[in-house]
């Protein structure tokens, strides 16, 4: 028998090390080793962001268009095309590990300040009407005379108190039940669920009648989850993380494509999962609130993201006729999710549409209260994937546009997420084209975020740094536009002004890639007001939702022709709306069910089949767009220039 | 620091090994070692069940009546009594390990025989109107037309073809559904729990109708287990086993005490459910069933081996005012309990009424169809514990009489199980005192079950071995009548004749232990019908269910005064009623439904504080009672000797 020699690789700057047999895969062994490097593509060598230095040792690699020969000889590789043949040091740059940097410390005790930009009343206002009730109730005692068992008399008295006939009582707590009630004097703490009449957990008489819930977003990119008192409607504490699934692939579909690999739902849903647990323990820890006091957690998400957390395969989302398994879920204690510390608590979710619609989606409607609107409202949720809701009281309807994740940073090479040392505003100095930036944080930049780029696609178009179809004007004397290899980029920070010792740029693969999500949104919208009879005139106001949406210039944003141009003063940005109707499901169950309902009336439009949809999808491959009649605001800015 | 010194102890026959520190108890390290060894006492020396010789190495023994002077010489001991000195060589006698030998085998082919003593129509019949239903069902296939996800489209079909409105689909379910309708076109297999609304499984349309269950009794000394097909209601396969909980104390009393010990109920419950586990194995692999098929397990059992089998403490069952946690366990699925092999059933179980009156009598109640008869029935379930139901469709009354384990064995010295070797049937020589006696299985005899003691009981009073007091007769001129140490052995087997080279015998301290047996029954009777007012001669049918119930001479039982002196064709033998309640109920949800109704109706009657019992129970420590007017056969058999 011959055994295989193993190999001793060094991951840099971490000083990681694992051992593995040749020929193994150089991305895997980073995974293996518990360092999460980016990649949109899931590791088939399309998005060129797996890059690392191998520094010492012999590799493989397939060819590709990311790394150049020169870079090559320096011993840069997209580990996912990599092999290894030899013993390996390998340094992995910085900007790629951003993420872990901003995961710490990410708990802050925060009020409900999200939504201080907007006029309370036009959004849904927490309502508390508890369903997960907590409270104390007296037993009467056993005696010879009234000798009927604990269970029975429990069950009068829960009844009594809650005016309710029927009550299920899980094994679990018969277990505990008859010490509780003889070590307490006969008068416990009961947490009960109204909407399944369950027990859902007994407390000794030391307990209050505190009890709290977990409002969880589940989105492709981010988690956001908050603690909440469910007696109060506080939000005590909030923890938001990179979704850790990223290292499979940055969208959706991607994310899919991997589930269905051997093993490969149950790695996205462990590495989701992981990170859920990692929140909970920062918000337990960091608020001193006694595991035990959680009853409830609310999950929202889109479809995909819905199906991996509960462990159900999410492949034929993708495939004709793209549907759901279910878009709502049974409620389920949470330790049968792998959920830690929280066992008592149970796990509930909000339904969603369909497969490209989901729970966040109707959370989103929920928190905007657009359902209860007389005016017609578009909401948008801009995140990796991009949705959209328009209607009012009377009716609504929505569509996904799969603007892929180039705005969060996804096929673009120096993009990255709203971190520190992000680029994320954008000015074009007029004839000398030299870009001035502001970062996030205080740093030197390291990369741009979304709403840099939608500043810079902005400010390059209307400063001429680059035509209507996206392409460099190449005789315009730019000196900050260089030429390798054929391929042109325009420099926004040179190596040594950068955080990471390279250029910060941005070419014409990137600015195509970025043409391609505005166009999507923007056809989005048009279509589906055009399916009601509608157009962009009649849009009484706008919401933006998302990780994209927060921050961005809605300016820059019409000037690109990703969002109508309308009267700026129609939009709001409302941040997380998903993990907000979440929020609200927690503290009412009227609110609750209310989603259910919402779910049920949102009509949903199928875009990738509609061909009006492509026919403007292909005109907004134009800046602002083919027509410029559109966009009059842009057309005079452009004679005005 | 000091490492103690371990000794090497060695079992034989077994030539098991175990190595434990000085001072060890001997009877641990017996049940550490995996040897069950029987007790009736839980290890407190009172019983003397526990005996081993030891033949080499040093031991510490507390003083008891059960070992001689002359047997201590010979290195006999009470291994509960017993600490260990040094290394050690010790023997178990073959008699302590008969039950591992019947355990083996027991499966068997069986038809529904148990009652062929007995005209059908007496007893409630199997009726088949199945509630845990399987079938297949077809799905409308999705279209891009018809794109509504898998759940809703499956519980459409399934909401038809049964005729149901809401369905409760687990989370497990929805992770296998959409491979299982892709690869099976659409045309799936279900079973469904209509008492709950509950899917319990899906499979592919490879299956067929055919679904199982289980019916369950967990009896304080037996477990059985019925494999039925529950389509046609067919007993595929029987198993039975002693339940292994009797190496921790042979009655409910001390299964208690044992359960209040430190991970004491851990241990009651981890024994059952192991051999429970290793009776599905048995029936599943003999009959050829698919594991997946089996959809339900339905138990009954008397409240504390309820409590045990879900893991409830059971110790209020013995402190005043003794109540149960609860009488009706929730329903629950298989595997949470850690039954094996059959994770997609659920186990429902048989409510019981009370304390000392559990879901078995109820069962047993059900089975002999008692609430719906007119005559005035006394059913008898004489187990480990004694317990009677009086009545008829009008009214129920019932107590529990805690007979104690003698006519099983306990607390008598040579008492051992209707197992092989056991004498079963006695009759005494007139004036000669020599006695004969039949053996289970034509072996040597190694001891005398239940039916045998009654037996020789009544011809010990009847032929004058002893007086109606239970105290032999020493000046009859009585051979097998031996004195050793002032204490009296009636010697029924010389040891040359027995199967374990030893005397079998009966001496004062066991006549006693069996007389305070018969008058627990016999005065349990006779108190349970004047709360009604009714007279012995009132009752026109007379069931006898239980493991002791099943063998036993009725004339015999008489004699002694265990029984109503009545007409001997009142009488009739059921056998395990327990389990054949539990039979019916998974069979029919309207039985299901009406043994909760019975336990509801069955008023119970605490005799534990009742004087008159206690009168009645002192008058029955004669032979066969105080007054013999109660018993006119028995006094006449008395006059025509």
Known sequence: MVVQRQFLIRFLPDNKT?????????????????????????????????????????????????????????????????????????????????????????????????????????LAAAEIKPWIIKDSVEIEKPTLNYNVNDLYRLEKSVKNKLKIENIFVPIRILRELPFLLRENNWEIFITFDKSSNTLLNIQGNNSEKKCFGFALDIGTTTLVMHLVDLTTGEIIGTASEYNPQIKFGEDIINRIVYSIKKGGLNKLRDAVIESINGMILRLLAGSKINEE???????????????????VPPRFIREEPYITVTNKFTNIRA??????????????????????????????????????????????????????????????????????????????????????????????????????????????????????????LGEMYLKGVIDRKGKFNKDIGNTFLKCIDGDYYYVLVDAEDSGTGEDIFINEVDINNLMRAKAAIYSGIKTLLEEVDLNLNDIEKVFIAGGLGKNINIQSAIVIGMLPDIDIKKYSFLGNTSVRGAYLCLLSEDRYRYSEEIAGKITYIELSMNMKFMDRYIAGLFLPYTDLKDFPTVESMLYSI
């Open 18 to 122: 694992i051992k593995v047999p040749k020929d193994y895969n150089l991305r895997q062994a980073l995974l293996d080793c518990g360092i999460d490097i980016e990649s949109s593509c899931g590791g088939v060598g399309t998005c060129g962001r797996c890059r690392v230095q191998v520094t010492k040792g012999r590799t493989r690699s397939k060819r590709n268009k990311f790394i150049t020969p020169d870079e090559k000889k320096k011993g840069y590789a997209l580990s996912c095309l990599t092999k290894i043949e030899s013993d390996l040091t390998v340094v992995i740059p910085e900007r790629k590990k951003l993420k872990s940097k901003i995961e710490e410390g990410l708990f802050e005790k925060t009020t409900d300040k999200l939504y201080s930009n907007i006029k309370k009343d036009e």
């Open 293 to 311: 006091d959680v009853a409830a957690v609310m999950v929202a998400g889109n479809s995909t993201m819905m199906h991996i957390f509960y462990g």
């Open 335 to 456: 330790c049968e999710l792998d959920l830690k510390y929280i066992s008592n608590a149970i796990v509930y979710s909000i339904e969603g549409v369909t497969s490209y619609l989901g729970g966040d989606i109707t959370s989103g409607v929920l928190a905007t209260n657009l359902a209860n609107k007389k005016e017609l409202t578009l909401f948008l949720d801009l995140g990796t994937n991009g949705e959209l809701v328009v209607g009012n009281s009377e009716w609504m309807i929505g569509c996904s546009c799969s603007a892929g994740p180039a705005f969060e940073g996804g096929g673009v090479r120096c993009g990255i997420r709203a971190v520190e040392g992000a680029i994320e505003k954008v000015v074009i100095e007029q004839d000398a084209y030299k870009c001035f930036y502001e970062v996030i944080g205080d740093k030197k930049p390291v990369g741009i975020c979304g709403s840099g780029l939608i500043d810079l």
